[in-house]
């Protein structure tokens, strides 16, 4: 199966590169692309994996999410801290 996720908080291809990197290595997953001009990543896996899991995997820098309104009210959200 695969899925897309916005992805915020990569400013840089070596951000995107990590999160590609973080994401290959989590059990289950046969297959994960980073695109930085869109924020998103394609994820194939096995069987579905919670958004909870992948968001641990890379860390607190950069944030998942399942739709491009939800990303946009993150960064807004992040702007105002």
């Known amino acids: 199966m695969k899925h897309t996720y916005k992805v ?6 070596g951000c ?3 999160v590609e990197r973080a994401l290959n290595d989590l ?3 046969t297959k ?10 394609q994820i194939e896996m096995t069987e579905h994996i ?3 899991t992948l968001q641990k995997e890379i ?4 944030h ?3 739709s491009t309104e939800e990303a946009q009210q993150h960064k807004e959200a ?3 801290k």
């Open 50 to 52: 919670p958004i909870e």
């Open 16 to 18: 995107s590169s990590f």
């Open 64 to 66: 998942l999410h399942t």
């Open 32 to 41: 994960a692309a980073v695109d930085l001009e869109k924020a998103e990543a």
């Open 27 to 29: 059990e289950g997953v």
């Open 78 to 80: 992040s702007k105002k």
């Open 59 to 62: 860390g607190t820098h950069y």
């Open 8 to 13: 915020t908080g990569m400013t840089c291809m």
